[in-house]
């Protein structure tokens, strides 16, 4: 497959507006209000602009000469963009949006469509994992113009967490904690992954693939049913149908005829892997295969129990926020 060289130029949009929100696993400080931004990143690729939507998250709009806070990166998957993995709101179900919790957990959380998703521009490209990189290049870039960090942390989900392990390899002074979740390695004895494979040859002929409603509720079910409230499903097909019922291919084909994309020896960055109890995307072996070889001493491994493929959204996705958020708050270990 062909690599696509990306240049990247900074492009900023600010709109903002205040919502409220409130934890309700009773982990945090009552409801306080939380402040929205909206952006733009852009790539340049063969000389056209690519343009990336980004969101942004945190108690109380930003104010000049404040102390910076922790900034959370939270990158999504294959099927859905960035709001719908993370800022879903789904009626009378409880908070779904974990760029909320986190925002009250006092972080500055933000996230982005990639290339083909959601809001962002669509090309004829396939949106794979090192387009993901090129996008999270220029993504950082808006970041640091906006808060002054120039690190980030990243929470990956599914091929998210390729995409940030891959931006960690690329640009490790960029990378701070990564968080991969629902992470796949070499893809070894997945019965999703071989699954899936059965369409690789569709998947290197075209740059975008079917994801109607149907689809979207199989990720809920296929390992394990019940794991997932039905009404979520139900509430992200609503959500995400609005830009389409096609997605990228070049992330389904990465994980079926590229794997392993992602190096471990070449991850400096603390790194949290987190698994799902039923998911079916990685066995326990190929991930701990993955675990072993990181270089650092600074690193976990959990397993949420009763939960499959979809951490974000599951029915115990409080203690994948818990398990996440202690890990990001980690104390720097003593001095030698």
Known sequence: ????????????????AAVTGALSNGTAAAAETIWSGEYWATKQRNGNDIRLAMYRRRVGAPQPGEAPRSVL?????????????FDLVVPSRGEYSSMNVFAQYGFDVWT????????????????????????????VDVIAHETGQARCHFLGE??????????????????????????TYTGKGSPT????????????????????RAMIESIFTRDKPGTTDPEVPKALADAELVYGDTVPTGTYLDMTA???VVDPTRIISPVAVIRGEFDGIATME?????????????????????????????????AFWHVTQAFLTMPAPPAS
């Open 73 to 85: 990166f939270l990158v999504h998957g294959s099927s859905m963009s960035a709001r719908s993995s």
């Open 158 to 183: 599914s091929s998210g967490a390729l995409r940030a392990a891959a931006f960690a390899m690329a640009v490790p002074d960029r990378a701070g904690r990564l968080v991969l979740a629902a992470h």
């Open 258 to 260: 590229h794997l392993p």
């Open 193 to 212: 992954l071989g699954k899936r494979a059965e369409q690789v040859e569709f998947y290197r002929t075209h740059n975008t693939r079917p994801r109607d």
């Open 286 to 318: 190929d991930l701990w295969d993955f675990y072993r070889q990181l270089p650092t001493g600074d690193k976990q491994f959990s397993v949420i129990a009763g939960a499959a493929h979809a951490l974000a959204t599951c029915r115990n996705r409080q």
């Open 112 to 139: 982005m469509d990639h290339e083909g998703y959601g809001r962002s521009t669509r090309t004829d490209g396939n949106s794979d994992i090192a387009s993901g990189v090129e996008d999270l290049k220029a993504a």
């Open 1 to 16: 497959m062909q690599t696509v060289q990306v240049t990247r130029r900074l492009a900023l949009s600010g709109t903002a």
